[in-house]
């Protein structure tokens, strides 16, 4: 009998880029993945911080001058966004574009399969980074190969179709995948529920 699945699963555009990475600087990796990881949650407190404070004074705001707390929303939001390109960046994205989606994905919190140029062996371990939308969130997630076959059907440039089960993925990036993954589901109910 097939094994459930532990988390639910979508297909999705995200942007992502990998390389394989051997087992002997794995540790290493996710030892370095760790304190940046860190320092991130150190960086997001602040940021939650500021965000209650600011949104405590757009109550206000927005009671007598809704024009402008939607700006200032909106003003917020690009904020966040540019953070998350900035993270992206400094981790190996390129830092004078903003990410696109480049692959269409299926992603669950346990892991992600996708089309790729080349193959890859079954165990290999690969440093993947995603980026998810519209949220342009970053994460940055270790991951083993289970399985790289022909895709069918294929494109010349992808033809490998590559699946991985994650073996480190920051606790609060995998709670951010299950809640992405659920307002997606939503969204494809509601968009069936609409035709």
Do not use: W
């Not at 405590?56 to 705001?61: F, Q, S, V």
């Amino acid at each position: 009998m097939e094994e459930k699945r532990r988390f639910y699963r979508i297909d999705d555009s995200v942007s992502l880029s990998y390389k394989v990475i051997s087992e002997a600087d794995l540790d290493d990796a996710i030892a370095s993945s760790k304190v940046n990881s860190g320092r991130r949650h150190m960086l997001l407190s602040s940021l939650a911080e500021l965000d209650g404070r600011i949104n405590a004074l757009l109550i206000d705001i927005d009671d007598q001058l809704p024009e402008v707390a939607t700006v200032l929303k909106l003003l917020n939001r690009k904020i966040h966004i540019i953070g998350q390109m900035s993270e992206s960046a400094e981790s190996g994205g390129e830092e004078d574009v903003i990410p696109r989606p480049t692959h269409k994905i299926s992603l669950s919190a346990s892991g992600v399969s996708f089309h790729a140029p080349a193959s890859v062996r079954v165990h290999d371990c690969l440093e993947l980074s995603l980026t998810l939308f519209p949220e342009y969130y970053f994460i940055k997630a270790f991951a083993r190969v289970v399985s790289c076959r022909d895709a069918l059907p294929s494109t010349p440039d992808f033809n490998k179709l590559i699946a991985v089960d994650f073996i480190f993925l920051d606790d609060d990036d995998q709670d951010y995948i299950m809640s992405h993954v659920l307002k997606k589901q939503s969204e494809l109910l509601r968009e069936g529920k609409a035709d």
